[in-house]
């Protein structure tokens, strides 16, 4: 029996078969997971650990990941518990094994370990399951009455059922870039019209907000041939890419567009650093809704549009953007990055500095004050939204909306609840 401790990604307790996975190995690794799985690499990209959660992968272990990267997102967005920054071994494949996303993979477990663990999982199962049953219909709102709006992050279709079933007021958040990873060619217009309108009738009357593409960086799908760069955190990704791929960006807002004839959705744009990014995409939307209209189609003309912030710049410019949009969305995964110099992905700086720095409280703070003078709405979607230590603080700063994994929700809701 070996123990080896990791960084928690995400909590949860599975057993499994570890599967050790590098990527040299191809699309041939997915058809190899039949039985229960627990993955085990030392990198693992986001379209990798996307096939996986749609295989019967049950835990993940990447030596290579980080808190606020989007192998560590993902996994709570599928529910899989998940650790980072431990020492892998090859030798594991094949073994069987315990994944505690608390902090533990326990390879080969003897029989008093695999009892122990047998009831610490079911009874976190219940837990769960028994928070997300008694939250489900209760608002999020303090005992004083200040309330806030818990909306879900999602990236697939399949993710809007465990929204609602964790008690979700909306989609914060569809990133839509891991329906892009997951197709083998561009979605077109019709099929994301399509997938739009079947999440949103699910949803009903809840907020549904769409994020256009954002791709670049670690998220690169093979048909968009995007050119290795440097330094790609810095490079050539979402607005900047749909801003001037006009036959990738039309299409999803047409589709986004159409889809807001049919429910309460908002669009969002990625990325932004400047004023004139948003008067482009205006002006390209602008002429997106004269085509439809020309075209008899139905959509929402007051469609609520805004963006994400994310980086220091649009911090720092925040009271000129917010009388362009109806929203912000603060986006602490990569503000942290761009505003602490950390690579969101390195898990030997995560544990060095961690997003509630103060140069990020105060950014949220100054983005929510020229959020609210411009009377638009603000949300934080990053993985800070989900720290309780900071729920009052939020509050305090007047953020109407956190946007986090479905999971988080129940536990974030009983936290506004106990609030004064
Ligand atoms: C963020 O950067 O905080 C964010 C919400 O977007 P993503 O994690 O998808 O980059
Ligand atoms: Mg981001």
Redesign the pocket.
Known sequence: MVAARGTPLNEGIRFGRIFYYSEHMGHAAFDEIKEPTIVVAVDLTPGDTIRFGRLNVVGLVVKNAAP?S?TA?LSRTMGLPALCGEEVDAQWHGLPAIIDGGGELIVNPDEPTRSEYALKADDFDARQRELASVSRDLSAVTKSGNSILLYA?INAVSDVENAIANGAAGIG?F?TEFMFMESSDLPGEEQQFQIYTAMASRLGTGKFVIRTL?VGADKTPGYLHLEPEENPALGYRAIRISLDRRDIFVPQIRAILRASAYANVAIMY?MIVSVDEVLQIKEIVGQVMEDLTGEDIPFNRDIEQGI?I?TPAAVLISDDLAPLVDFF???????TQYMLAIDRTNPRLAERYGPSHPAILRSIKLVAENARSAGAWVSI???LAADEALTSTFLDYGVDAL?VSPSRIPQLKVAVRNID
């Open positions: 606020n989007h997102i992050n958040n990133k954002d990625p994400m994310e969305s603060i986006g602490t995964n990569d503000l979607s990053g993985e946007t």
